[in-house]
């Protein structure tokens, strides 16, 4: 008989404090993730829709205006890089408020938060509503004004989101899917909004010249110059015109005081006393008439 030694049994091995860690942390990227990335993929597709807003209050698409999509995704990058700056600091207030909170109520903040993201009809509650944001972000541009914020999200979100949110729910890919969808209406609320504020901005550029912080955030260049042919010769007569941009060897300008839209070919214009963002409060309107 040969003798066998028989291996002791395998035990689990508990996971190590950095282990825990990184999970919970690649876990926390992962659902950020789920509804940053919509928010972004939203915001940019809106934003598109408000540069062809801002160039429609002129005559003109972006682009006649040589404003080509790689150029939209340089200005939207530049624009969330700006958001999440502004909105850094408030986050990280809400967090420390948050932290001061919990700590005073001896860990009860933190265990009513668990117990409400365990509540299926609470959590499709509140991802209904925070989704009735893009509707009612699309009645402002539509210019359906009046319309409370508390009636929109009920209606939209009570009568009509509400339900589904709460199907989903039930399965793991069902609340990965309702985070998407989530983080897509509340992008597109929020794209509906700039889109707003960008054409309202362009519409005062268009009455009186004044340029606005919004269109400085999203891109769009307040440029005025006067403008001469190739000999030297006035063309817009000791006046300042709107540079809205240039393609196909043409510039395009805006006439402030004939409120008409003008292309020129680059090869026979010249530009002279460039400004960018000038301050008209102090001149007639739209900047005219500057000698």
């Not at 972004?40 to 404003?67: C, H, K, M, N, R």
């Not at 919990?102 to 509140?126: D, F, H, Q």
């Not at 509906?192 to 960008?198: A, D, K, P, R, T």
């Not at 400085?216 to 817009?236: H, I, M, R, Y």
Request: proline share 5%; glycine share 12%.
């Amino acid at each position: 008989m040969t003798n066998q030694t028989l291996a002791p049994p395998q035990q689990d091995t508990p996971d190590l404090p950095e282990e825990k860690s990184r999970g919970s942390v690649l876990e926390i990227l992962e659902k950020v993730g789920t509804v940053a990335v919509p928010i972004a993929i939203a915001v940019y597709a809106l934003l598109y829709i408000g540069f062809e807003s801002v160039y429609d209050t002129f005559g003109v698409t972006p682009d006649q205006a040589g404003i080509s999509q790689a150029t939209i995704f340089g200005h939207l990058i530049s624009t969330l890089v700006l958001l999440l700056l502004a909105l850094l600091p408030v986050l990280g207030l809400a967090i420390g408020i948050g932290w001061l909170v919990n700590g005073i109520t001896r860990g009860g903040a933190a265990r009513a938060l668990r117990w409400a993201r365990e509540k299926p009809w609470l959590a499709a509650a509140v991802g209904a509503a925070l989704s009735g944001v893009a509707y009612w972000g699309l009645l402002g541009v539509l210019g359906i004004t009046g319309t409370p914020v508390v009636i929109t999200v009920a209606v939209i979100g009570v009568f009509c989101l509400l339900v589904p949110f709460r199907l989903l729910r039930a399965r793991p890919t069902g609340r990965a899917a309702m985070r998407v969808l989530t983080g897509s209406l509340v992008g597109m609320g929020l794209g509906f909004v700039l889109v707003g504020w960008m054409t309202q901005a362009a519409e005062d550029v268009h009455d009186n010249g004044m340029g606005s912080l919004v269109l400085e955030l999203t891109g769009f260049q307040n440029q005025w110059a006067e403008v001469s042919d190739g000999d030297g010769k006035a063309v817009s007569k000791d006046d300042r015109w709107l540079v809205l941009g240039q393609d196909g060897g043409s510039y395009v300008f805006y006439d402030c005081g004939r409120t008409e839209t003008v292309v020129r070919p680059i090869e026979a214009t010249i530009l002279t006393k460039i400004e960018l963002d000038p301050d008209f409060s102090d001149s007639e309107p739209c900047g005219y008439a500057v000698k």
